[in-house]
């Protein structure tokens, strides 16, 4: 059993900067982050290996946020710079316990934070 808890998430004006970070309980390996708008999909953010080596991330995430991990604090960070209006969701931490490397559908995810509001005020 993995519990998940996010924090970090708040209002920023357009091109400002949030950092999310998820604290894990319990053992696993990948982990990522989905945000979900209002009225749409759950959508893949980023994701990061057990190791922390290999990070993969969506296109609207590409050099703008980064995810990194603290294996000795069981925690997870998506480091979110240049931030936009549509980039409004709430985000979710994801942990698996299969998989050594990130992965971009939801489904490779066994747990999920209760995910935590972000707001970009334009």
């Known amino acids: 059993q993995v519990q998940l808890v996010e924090s970090g998430g708040g209002l920023v004006q357009a091109g400002g900067s949030l950092t999310l970070s998820c604290a894990a309980s319990g053992r696993s390996y990948s982990m990522g982050w989905f945000r979900q708008a209002p009225g749409k999909e759950r959508d893949f953010v980023a994701a990061i290996s057990w190791s922390g080596r290999d990070t993969i991330y969506a296109d609207p995430a590409k050099d703008r946020f980064t995810i990194s991990r603290d294996n000795a604090k069981n925690t997870v960070y998506l480091q979110m710079n240049r931030l936009k209006p549509e980039d409004t969701a709430v985000y979710y931490c994801?942990?698996?316990?299969?998989?050594?490397?990130?992965?971009?559908?939801?489904?490779?995810?066994?747990?999920w934070g209760q995910g935590t509001q972000v707001t970009v005020s334009s």
């Open positions: 994801a942990a698996s316990t299969t998989y050594l490397s990130g992965q971009r559908r939801a489904t490779e995810y066994d747990y």
